[in-house]
């Protein structure tokens, strides 16, 4: 995204609302996840997986965001709650999508909010969604050299889960090397292996998930 | 990309750029194509093979876009011309990247220029280069979905690279789906079915590339 006049205006606008979003997430004691990667990494895969196997006291939610079609949300309804957001052209979640589709999600009690944004691991780094965490899903297949060729995303984002590990002896990737690439753009951020095939290191994910909640729920109120 | 006032500002002056581009492509009998994908697709290394591949008599070039590095031009300068283009954060190449670029490639003849697009499903549709074709490049790590929710790219492809081949047996990927899925979005686009790492497929995409440079020498040449 090349940032012009107007599209400096756009972003504000979608700050406001985002700030917003965000009060009222602490308000309610929810942690909000954006989860951004290319298309075709597994974030729906990673997200059936995700509701599957919370443990009941944690009650999630999904906005699934795409271009086209409903594929994801009638994917993931079938492990619990999911509202597909489609964007009609737009390569990325803006604030003001997240405020209208969250009408229908927010009735009852919420413990995490799952934002999957649209496949593009471009444009949505730019756009606050009012989020706790960005979440950068990364699978092996695209490339360990993808956090230096893509840095905005890598360095905004709390955890990168490295995806379809079970696709690792099949594939030129390097784990150490994806780890200090990511590294050298963001020091700090933490790295999960996963494979929603086997299911290795879902729990790890899972464990993530629940230290984050508990921040989110130690936090003070908001005003 | 979502269209508003300035973008619509910015879209025609860049069709203007690409007008020119494309008469520029047809005085010197080049065949200009987009090549199009998510990240780690595989573009580089389709382009690796074809440098290598092409018969003697077909001199070809590369412009290569990143929004950071310059990593694919030092890669693809191995195996023929090649010079990066860094977006410095836009999401997609525009017409007058590539003009600016163009300054050093076509010193000498040219037959084919590749233009590798930022990886990036989405932006890189909507911003004409001058082209004369564009290929979108799909992996089947990606998912048989792709083309429903990217439709776009794959209206306005010719030709669709079914890329990673050799990973079929790893991945819940259908070859007759896709194909499906991609004559829905787009009746009569051509599938060629590659493999970088066993070389399965590079034959059809080089025969294509031959007779699509057939048809670019046997047109009549512009004013």
Same mark, same amino acid.
């Given at each position: /995204?090349?940032? *012009? ?19 009222? @997430?602490?308000?309610? +004691? ?7 990667? #290319?298309?075709?990494?597994? %974030? ?11 443990? &009941? ?16 949300? /009638?994917?993931?309804?079938? $492990? +619990? #709650? ?7 052209? #737009? ?8 405020? #209208? ?12 909010? $799952?934002?999957?944004?649209? &496949? ?6 730019? $756009?606050?969604? +009012?989020?706790?965490?960005? =979440? =950068?899903?990364?699978? *092996?297949?695209?490339?360990?050299? %993808?956090?230096? %060729?893509?840095?905005?995303? @890598?360095?905004?984002?709390?955890? /990168? ?9 099949? *594939?030129? $990737?390097?784990?150490?090397? =994806?780890?200090?690439?990511?590294? %050298? ?5 933490? /790295? ?6 086997? &299911? ?24």
């Amino acid at each position: /995204m090349k940032r *012009v006049p107007v599209q400096q205006k756009v972003l504000k606008e979608n700050d406001r609302i985002a700030m917003e979003l965000r009060r009222l @997430f602490a308000r309610r +004691g929810v942690l909000a996840l954006n989860l951004i990667s #290319s298309p075709g990494s597994g %974030k729906t895969s990673l997200l059936e997986q995700t509701l599957q196997r919370l443990p &009941g006291d944690i009650r999630a939610s999904v906005l699934t965001g795409d271009i086209a079609t409903d594929n994801d949300a /009638m994917r993931l309804a079938r $492990f +619990g #709650s999911a509202r597909q957001i489609t964007t009609g052209g #737009s390569c990325h979640l803006d604030a003001k999508m997240v405020e #209208s589709a969250l009408a229908g999600v927010t009735a009852g009690q919420l413990d995490i909010l $799952f934002i999957e944004n649209v &496949g593009n691991l471009v444009c949505p780094a730019g $756009f606050d969604l +009012g989020e706790d965490a960005k =979440v =950068v899903v990364l699978s *092996v297949t695209e490339g360990d050299d %993808k956090p230096l %060729k893509y840095p905005n995303i @890598f360095v905004r984002s709390e955890v /990168m889960i490295l995806n379809k590990i079970d696709l690792l002896p099949h *594939v030129p $990737f390097d784990i150490d090397t =994806v780890y200090a690439n990511a590294q %050298k753009i963001h020091p700090g951020i933490e /790295m999960i292996r996963t494979s929603c095939t086997t &299911g290795e290191g879902i729990e790890h994910w899972l464990a993530w998930l629940r230290r984050r909640l508990e921040r989110v729920r130690s936090r003070p109120a908001a005003s």
